[in-house]
Nanobody, 125 residues
Framework: QVQPVESGGGLVQPGGSLRLSCTVSGVDLDYYTVAWFRQAPGKKREGVSCMSARDGWTSYADSVKGRFTISRDSAKKTVYLQMNSLKPEDTATYYC??????????????????WGQGTQVTVAS
């Protein structure tokens, strides 16, 4: 069973950093593209970052470019999202999603079939 599990969320002050982890059990991560999404209260879910499995290409939402970095450790079946220079508008529940499509590079939620439960990130002073 493909099951992404997120961890690493929490409360951080503006300008601070957090690293989210997404461990995808039951798969060879070399064949699954993984992406991060987020959803703030009252807002639509938005794609944050994606890394394709085959080539390691990455994609970022404009709102996080230069601040967030996605990376992958296939041996640990884990994808990371390093978030720096956090802003209050980054506050949201962050979700990890996986797709059995190694060439996929997408920030569209409809392209992903396996979702985690989410981890809360709150940026406040």
């Amino acid at each position: 069973q493909v099951q992404p599990v997120e961890s690493g969320g929490g409360l951080v002050q503006p300008g601070g950093s957090l690293r989210l982890s997404c461990t995808v059990s039951g798969v060879d991560l070399d064949y699954y593209t993984v992406a991060w999404f987020r959803q703030a209260p009252g807002k639509k879910r938005e794609g944050v970052s994606c890394m394709s499995a085959r080539d390691g290409w990455t994609s970022y939402a404009d709102s996080v470019k230069g601040r967030f970095t996605i990376s992958r450790d296939s041996a640990k079946k884990t994808v990371y999202l390093q978030m720096n220079s956090l802003k209050p508008e980054d506050t949201a529940t962050y979700y990890c999603a996986a797709a059995q499509h190694p060439e996929l590079l997408s920030l569209n939620s409809v392209d992903f079939h396996f979702w985690g439960q989410g981890t809360q990130v709150t940026v406040a002073s």
